[in-house]
């Protein structure tokens, strides 16, 4: 009788699946999303597939996928479309950050070419992402005491010789 038991109890923890989603009350559930690289189709989503996701559904998850993807294979002026529209279309603060980020990458090497335009784009988006409570963001308002009415040419300028 004994020996019935015991097999009958390992046979029910034997046949439990754990379940690998993550749900907390109130938290959106979120999928993570692999992604094609170098080659390996380890993933069932494709760079184009992302691109469309975001601009159709404004897509969190596939925008950070993207944001991954353009780690490896760094295209600023496209990562810089796809952040504008999560910032201004869905009020994302990591895309919001993003915008001040892919400026800063396409002027590095020549910052005495950024325009004012440009200047005043990227900090208006790094103040929005600051105020939306992205930490990168706030760091970097705080270090150069960035206001609404700092002269963005000169900031954009500093920011980028440093």
Request: hydrophobic share 35%; net charge negative.
């Amino acid at each position: 009788m004994k020996y019935i038991l015991i097999i009958a109890i390992i046979l029910v923890f034997a046949s439990c699946k754990k379940n690998n989603t993550t749900e907390s009350p109130g938290v959106a559930k979120t999928t993570k999303q692999k992604i094609e690289r170098s080659g390996n189709d380890i993933s069932p989503l494709k760079p184009q597939d992302l691109k469309e996701k975001i601009i159709t559904e404004g897509d969190s998850g596939s925008y950070e996928t993207l944001d991954i993807y353009y780690l490896d294979y760094p295209v600023p002026e496209e990562e810089l479309f796809y952040s504008l529209i999560m910032a201004e279309e869905y009020n994302y603060s990591q895309a919001s950050y993003d915008v001040f980020h892919n400026i800063c990458l396409l002027y590095d090497d020549k910052p005495e070419k950024i325009s004012k335009g440009m200047s005043e784009m990227a900090i208006k988006y790094l103040l929005r992402a600051a105020k939306l409570g992205h930490h990168q963001a706030a760091w970097h308002v705080e270090r150069f005491n960035i206001t609404d009415n700092t002269d963005a040419c000169v900031l954009m300028q500093k920011i980028l010789k440093e």
